[in-house]
């Protein structure tokens, strides 16, 4: 059957400047709501200098200081549940999420139903763009529970009109055992999760390309965009991947590859405003092809748990922001967290630069074990299956990402979720093997 190519054809072609005069309209109102209901932004309006009617445009934006993860849990811890950033009445709040981050305390962030609804047309733009459709039927197989990838991201599947099948984790056997009956097309999960469940598959006696799952909708890992990854992923189950970006302090999802697979498009137009900055100077970088930093975050349509200048402590490129699909929402990458970064000798270092040199070599499970800060090479590096290609592969790594390594077999944790990547032992985490 033919589609469309859009979900919101008129929100996702239109011109930059026309989604910039959009979303700068809503910011007016944003910071409004925020001011009148929100000690926390009146605090942070008095803190740059700027009352709310001044802020108007994106450059008037950069008066109010960022607002940090750290600073919305204490706001929490203070006056429990949401914190005082909230701007609805308990009332009106009719759901509650947790952030999913990998550090600290999760931050319980509410929704009103004028939240679902924006978060649900947003993840739609988004799964669309990534390939779902309404005769697709999907597996949705992320965790359920506290979490946004599991409800909201739900709804925003199930907006575009695709067939959904609630899976969660924890179900692999079962559904193999399903299948015949369920007959999916599609799914949508961690990039982990379908090299997990393919060798459940084979495990059961079953050829993973003969099941007939033509789309993985992948989220919540770096690596969702290497060449390496992807090919292996596509190869393991005969289907085409594309990867998928949200951040569960903004909204679920609210960004996806789209069928010619060359960056993530930023699909959250209505709902959410982009900066860019130096992580380092906090100084704004223009969104340009070719540009690197920070993604910082501004809601501009949340009623419940909005926040204004979010440090979202992800390091994007951007890519471009044309594309032959015809959407104008730019074009980016994600090379990882700046959590996950880990520095050797002056080299900057995300666990995903591994990835790809590793699953081109048909790799899958690795860990970054680091014992000692600051950290000194050679970096342990523990690999699965790896026997017998230590040298080379160390050499590999010592030429495309300039740091000595020392590369050791070892088995790794199976997971359903997101593979764990790096052991910091010297802040009393346990090595993996
Ligand atoms: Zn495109």
Not at 163 to 180: K, Y
Not at 183 to 191: D, E, G, H, M, V
Not at 321 to 327: A, K, L, M, N, T
Request: glycine fraction near 10%; hydrophobic fraction near 40%.
């Amino acid at each position: 059957m033919e589609w469309a190519l859009y979900f919101a054809e008129r929100t996702e072609t239109m011109p930059p400047a026309w989604t910039r005069r959009l979303e700068e309209e809503l910011l007016a109102d944003q910071i409004a709501r925020c001011y009148e209901r929100a000690p926390f932004y009146r605090r942070k309006l008095a803190e740059g200098g700027v009352r709310p009617e001044q802020i108007l445009s994106v450059e008037d934006l950069r008066h109010i200081p960022f607002t940090t993860k750290e600073e919305l849990r204490a706001s929490q811890e203070a006056e429990p549940p949401l914190g005082d950033f909230a701007c609805a009445e308990t009332v009106d709040v009719v759901r509650v999420h947790l952030t999913s981050g990998t550090t600290g305390k999760p931050l319980v962030l509410g929704y009103t139903p004028a939240d679902l609804r924006t978060s649900a047309r947003i993840g739609a733009r988004a799964f669309w763009a990534a390939g779902a459709r309404p005769d697709d039927s999907l597996l949705h197989c992320l965790n359920y529970s506290f979490y946004t990838g599991g409800l909201v991201d739900h709804d925003s599947l199930e907006e575009t009109g695709a067939t959904m099948i609630p899976v969660g984790l924890g179900q692999s056997a079962r559904l193999l055992e399903l299948w015949g009956d369920l007959r999916p097309t599609a799914i949508f999960s961690t990039l982990t999760y379908p090299l997990y469940l393919a060798e459940v598959a084979q495990e059961h006696g079953l050829d993973p390309r003969a099941l007939g799952l033509r789309k993985l909708i992948v989220a919540g890992e770096p690596g969702g965009q290497l060449a390496g990854t992807r090919k292996r992923m596509e190869e393991l189950w005969a289907a085409t991947m594309t990867d998928t970006y949200g951040l569960s302090d903004v909204w679920g999802t609210f960004a996806a590859e789209c069928e010619e697979r060359n960056g993530l498009h930023f699909c959250g137009q209505d709902g959410v405003l982009v900066e860019l900055i130096d992580p380092e100077s906090g100084e704004p970088v223009g969104i340009e092809p070719g540009a690197t930093g920070e993604l910082v975050f501004t809601h501009v349509a949340r009623e419940a748990s909005p926040v204004l200048r979010f440090r979202s402590r992800d390091l994007a490129e951007i890519l471009g922001v044309e594309c032959p699909c015809g959407r104008t929402g730019f074009r980016f990458r994600v090379a990882g967290r700046t959590d996950d970064m880990f520095r050797v000798r002056g080299v900057n270092v995300f666990p995903s630069s591994l990835e790809g040199l590793l699953r081109e070599r048909g790799l899958d499970r690795f860990a970054v074990v680091l014992e000692r800060f600051p950290v000194e090479p050679p970096v342990e590096i523990l690999v699965e299956g790896v026997d017998g290609q230590e040298e080379e592969l160390s050499a590999a790594v010592k030429a495309h990402l300039g740091f000595t390594c020392a590369i050791r077999a070892a088995t790794l944790p199976r997971t359903e979720t997101k593979a764990k990547r790096l052991y910091r032992v010297y802040e009393g985490e346990e090595r993996p093997a």
